[in-house]
């Protein structure tokens, strides 16, 4: 299943991408930065949508639901972990095997 839903992220991931650089800008046109033409449109200054904008507003909507899902299952997954729980007191080593230990290093 999580398989799955990476590949179809993935496509859509990259759908999105794509149908955003195929879309032109918002002052594209030099009239629009004056305000000419406009006001005589039926949808006002932005146009009508066209398909680019429902396909991007399609792929955003399922580009969010595919990462909540993936993050959702991420998260559930419960491991055990290879530290076991009981705690093991560390042992200090004895002062006389500190002072073995310091007179084997001065003696080389």
Not at 59 to 77: E, H, P, Q, R
């Amino acid at each position: 299943m999580s398989i799955l839903l990476i590949v179809i992220h993935v496509v859509v991931c990259i759908a999105l991408i794509m149908i955003v650089l195929l879309q032109t800008g918002k002052g594209a046109d030099m009239g629009a930065a004056f305000g000419g033409g406009s006001s005589q449109t039926l949808f006002g200054s932005t146009g009508a949508s066209t398909f680019l904008t429902k396909a991007t507003t399609v792929a955003a909507v399922v580009f969010m639901l595919t990462s909540l899902t993936l993050a959702y299952m991420a998260g559930d997954k419960v491991t055990k972990s290879v530290v076991p729980d009981t705690q093991v007191p560390i042992q200090q080593p004895s002062q006389t095997e500190n002072d073995a230990a310091d007179a084997g290093s001065k003696s080389e």
